[in-house]
């Protein structure tokens, strides 16, 4: 077994998998950024090391400088988390070349599976069936491809996941824009600017299998989970097992994406993503070869802990455990909550999470990246922390989380938690009866009206009564660190005043 | 005491009277009413109106004001202060940076004729493309960054003239 392991990544994944590592007994490295320097996730590890400018490609994403970190930390194995290196084949090679292990997937299975238009193939000739789609050398030849598939479409970057720069374009006229504004974010986030088209299909569920190969052509399945809550084709809520779906279907998709792991001999923990229609035929979307950022709620349900299984067989090469002996009982949902002011079109915000208090309790998981006084800043991910709660049954999950989300109180940065809080309470959401584009089509524009009413004359009042206390307006400093009072203590003089009893 | 607060769109006039033994008479918006409060050992606030108990938290931030009320969530910003919420929309002819990011492409030049939602500039910012659109119609009389330019939230980035 490995001794120390190096995270390459920050925030809420790096906390999670040094978590795991450190219950392993194996020491742990944190990289960071300048712009994460005392950031949470290097206070966790064992160990930090700086690995360059805030930009992410200055740092997060520099290969040498994150290969450089892992050798000179004396670190046997390096886990990518998700995001930055994790499904970089370059990044894998590095780390193999340097003599240590990559926790993950073989470079070619990363290869493969990165570029959407190969992981289309192997699906279909693992007899996994795939979305109607085409490629093209250029935006002329995509917008002919569609207009002979019919519209709606949507367009993916081929070298793209986690849903960025996906577009969709109801007719000809807006594919053009649609196109190009995929090209500018493929390009700036994935370094290749190329796309390709895909019918897209309205009113179907996402549905995705976890899976863990062995590397040699056994693999198992841990399940599905529902992730149909989306807003832009990004993940908000995500859910195991899947509410809506049927005996026969989960066998279908649990075979399919059991199939595709073992025809390519797929090594470590793996997701095979699907859509189900309304009609209920499973198309396959593509596969990621990396941890999930919302594999909690698979690892709640099964009591697996994924992280840990990963660790295992990059260094055994052996699966931990047989498909009959991985069972499943009762939910688990997750809530994503974001740095995004949900009032104001969703604008990722920046700033110091000056005050932060996550939710605790039964059955209650927070994986997250930040505390009191942390600063949220420009260069990254606006994703703060997952709030995941387990119950015997998917009512009493949604109100478990939902009780857990009245209990999380960040101020100092706007986050989507009303956002969270409102959707959760949708009757649609309540009953299960939705889709992936159920939130922009039908729930945000109540949301909005929700957001525009005035605040309650009461918070208007608790405001200027916390003024009134003379309370000093200490403002974060520069670096980020939390103000050096509490505001708050000075309400002694309030009582002295003889104003408060 | 009379402070004004900005309240997504509109702007809230509240005045405060100090009373006896921790109470104060509140009008908000016109609309009076009388509460007595408290302050927590964890700062909080213990607010007793006709209306029951309520726990409030107020965290400042700069001019904004963040808001626990029981379990709902509030953000407040002082008015006056100088700073307007640009947005998706812009102000005075001006359009500026909602967010800190990357100007990843510009797509009007000085003197375009632009309609409304016309897209005028791409924002990268957190990894996802922000078209910045056009308010309204308009000529462009001034065009503040280049591609690949850093802008911090606020900066002019288009001028429109009717």
Redesign the interface.
Known sequence: MFKKVLIANRGEITCRVAATLHEMGIRTVAVYSEADRGALHTRVCDEARWIGAAEARESYLNIDAVVSAARESGADAVHPGFGFLAENAAFAEAVAAAGLTFIGPTPAQIRAMGDKREARRLADAAGVPIVPGAEGADAKALVRAANAMGYPVIIKAALGGGG??MQSAHDAKHLA?AIE?AQ??AA??FGDESVYVEKLLEHARHVEVQVLGDGKGRAVHVFERDCTLQRRHQKVVEEAPAPTLTADQRAIVTHAAVRLAEAVKYRGAGTIETLITREGHVYFLEMNTRLQVEHPVTELVSGIDLVRAQIEIAATGKLPFEQHEIKRHGHAIEARLYAEDA???F??????A??VRWPDGPFVRVDSGVESGDAVG?????MLAKIIAYAPTREAAIERLLGAL??T?V??V?TN??FLRALLRAPAVRSGSYDTEWVEREFLAGFAAL??A????????????????G?P????TANGAAPAI????Q??R??QA???? | MKSHWRDGDRVREVELQPLAHGRWRVRVDGSEFELSSEAMPDGRLRLVGDGGVTVAEVTPDGARRFVRLGVLDFVLERAGSGKVRAGAGGHDGGLSAPMPGVITKVMVVVGDEVTRGQPLLALEAMKMEHLIRAPREGRVKRVGASPGQMVQAGAELVELEA
């Open positions: 960025k720069g824009e504004a500018r974010v700036s986030a009032a104001n079109n604008l990722p915000q920046v700033g110091v000056s005050r420009v260069h990254y991910d606006p009245d209990d109180r101020h100092g706007v938690l009303p957001m525009r005035p605040a309650p004359d009461l918070a208007l009042a608790a405001v200027a009564i916390a003024e009134a206390s309370a307006l200490s403002k974060p509490d505001p708050f203590a309400l002694g309030w009582r003889g104003l408060a009893e």
